[in-house]
């Protein structure tokens, strides 16, 4: 499994509108491509506008096999809906390891 994170730096009067239009318009578009396996919305407990949004996907080829086109329409959508833009800060791409079974190595 490969992790997107987009961090993103929210106005805490704006969280709930980017929240909402975040899963009817990204979420949902996401959702349609192969491989999309799930979706979070983390907040830093220090700093609560940093939201980091935590996307799941099978395989880093399912990833990058969604069109940027598509990806560029989204985000004009978005940006359109939410009246702003709200640039993402950082996009890490990590992959999930397998941890060894903590009884086999006793």
Not at 14 to 33: G, H, K, N, V, Y
Not at 59 to 80: G, I, K, N, S
Not at 86 to 91: A, D, G, S, T, Y
């Amino acid at each position: 499994m490969v992790i997107e994170q987009l961090t993103f730096r929210v106005p805490l009067s704006l969280r709930p509108r980017f929240l909402a239009l975040d899963a009817e318009i990204w979420t949902a578009t996401l959702s349609a491509q192969p491989g999309f396996l799930g979706k979070e919305c983390w907040v830093e407990a220090a700093d609560p506008e940093m939201l980091h949004l935590v996307i799941r996907w099978q395989t880093r080829t399912a990833w990058r096999a969604v069109p940027e086109e598509l990806l560029a329409r989204t985000d004009d959508r978005f940006t359109a809906a939410l009246g702003q833009k709200v640039p993402v800060l950082r996009c890490l791409d990590q992959e999930v390891l397998d941890l060894p079974d903590a009884s086999a190595i006793a």
